[in-house]
């Protein structure tokens, strides 16, 4: 019974936070009638693959895996430029790596791995090398290529982790400042203590990068402690708070050209730090037949974040009706904390109220339940007729 009650509030308080977001979306809607910039969709899904990281510990380096993996960029017949950490190559034009090693194994941003039964990308194992080419670039194939040489026994070969090389690739293109996204809006989840990612993706090194807050419009400040800004990853929010929230955009300048990137719906979702703590206590521990008794249920939480509470009650069984009341009490000396209380009104108790009263209290976090009994004592002077009331029942 505990567990369902549990389930069922725990998708109350999810509910309410997808309702804020429904509002939010609805709004935003409204006002992007009179907003401009619509990116073409390259059919690029949000969802990156996951590669399969296996046993990474495991792996201990052959022979062949100390060789060092080197990247190199071929420009031209014969012509090998190694690679820094970063490369532009034209849209348009083709890409041409090689990596030292074999076997090896790459790994491609998540457009051109979608790309590959297209035939822009080709990958050929030669002797002392791979060799990828990938043609007919895009702005989307902006981003990371990783080549890990490979530990193979007989057949099954994984990847050395820690011998990998990687170079970020970016494909400027003077009309797309940004990497173009198939949505046009993206939903980040802001929680206090979780560094939260503003994925958008400049295919210029040399864009300049602000951020911008719709409503109230105007530029967010990027002091590189708060909020940061790196041209292969995006803003990251070190600390959101809740006021971060809210719709942003970034806005890329270079030359002429001033885009806008997707707009990112941040929520501000209130995690509690633990479970709560309750403390139930009964106004007496033995109640006369007819008299009131409230059991009290109360626990300290954050003030943003919900704490409900479920009871369970002796008379549950025979469906008799109690009430609650919720209240929230501030806590004096600290804004921040609330005092969540749940209030058991048993009005004329009855033999039937005897028992163990339970109170569960949940957040996001997590539930805890506390209990308390209770003695109903007979009436003094009714004291048969209240028992035999009491057994029918
Ligand atoms: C690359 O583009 C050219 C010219 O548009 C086209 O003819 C060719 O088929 C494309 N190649 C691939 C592999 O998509």
Same mark, same amino acid.
């Given at each position: ?17 997808? +309702? ?48 060092k ?10 012509? +090998?430029?190694?690679?820094g ?16 090693g074999?076997p $090896? ?11 590959? =039964? ?6 050929? !194992? ?17 981003g ?9 026994? =007989? ?9 990998? $090389? %990687?170079?970020f690739?970016?494909?400027? =293109? ?14 980040? !989840? ?17 864009? %300049? ?7 109230p419009?105007?530029?967010?400040? $990027? ?5 940061? +800004? ?10 959101p ?5 809210? /719709?942003?955009?970034? /806005? ?30 009964a ?20 003030r ?15 469906g ?16 921040? !904390?609330?005092? +969540?209380q ?6 004329e ?10 109170c ?15 003695k ?15 057994r029918?029942?």
């Amino acid at each position: 019974m505990r567990l369902l009650m549990g389930t069922k509030s725990k998708w109350r308080l999810w509910l309410s936070a997808i +309702f804020l977001l429904a509002v939010i979306c609805e709004l935003e809607a409204k006002i992007e009638t009179t907003s401009t910039t619509k990116k073409p969709k390259l059919g690029r899904t949000t969802i990156k693959r996951q590669r399969v990281e296996t046993d990474r510990a495991k792996i201990k380096p052959t022979a062949a895996a100390q060789t060092k993996t080197s990247l190199t960029q071929v420009v031209g017949r014969g012509l +090998f430029k190694k690679v820094g950490e970063t490369l532009s190559v034209q849209t348009g034009d083709t890409l041409s790596l090689r990596c030292r090693g074999k076997p $090896v194994q790459w790994s491609v941003p998540p457009n051109v791995e979608e790309d590959e =039964d297209e035939g822009r990308l080709m990958i050929i !194992q030669q002797e002392k090398f791979s060799s990828l080419t990938l043609v007919n670039t895009t702005v989307a194939d902006t981003g990371e290529y990783t080549c890990y040489p490979m530990y193979c026994e =007989d057949k099954d070969c994984r990847r050395v982790y820690n011998k990998a $090389v %990687k170079v970020f690739i970016f494909f400027p =293109d003077p009309r797309e400042l940004f990497v173009p996204s198939s949505n046009h809006y993206e939903m980040i !989840q802001l929680r206090r203590n979780w560094p939260a990612v503003l994925p958008c993706q400049v295919t210029s090194p040399e864009a %300049k990068v602000t951020l911008h807050r719709e409503f109230p419009p105007g530029e967010v400040p $990027v002091d590189g402690t708060e909020i940061s +800004f790196n041209n292969r990853k995006g803003f990251t929010i070190h600390r959101p708070q809740l006021h971060h929230a809210g /719709v942003m955009q970034c /806005v890329a300048l270079l030359g002429n050209l001033r885009q806008s990137s997707t707009k990112y719906i941040l929520i501000y979702v209130n995690y509690p730090i633990a479970p709560p703590a309750p403390v139930i206590k009964a106004s007496s521990s033995s109640v006369t037949v007819g008299d009131n008794l409230r059991v009290t249920c109360a626990a300290a939480g954050e003030r943003d974040v919900l704490i409900e509470f479920n009871w369970e009650y002796p008379g549950q069984q025979i469906g008799r009706p109690l009430y609650t009341e919720e209240t929230r009490i501030p806590v004096s000396g600290d804004a921040s !904390q609330l005092q +969540f209380q749940s209030v058991l009104q048993v009005d004329e108790v009855r033999d039937v109220d005897q028992g163990t009263y339970t109170c569960t209290a949940q957040n996001l976090q997590g539930a805890k339940s506390v209990s308390t009994t209770v003695k109903v004592l007979p009436k003094a002077k009714a004291k048969k007729e209240s028992r035999s009331d009491g057994r029918s029942q």
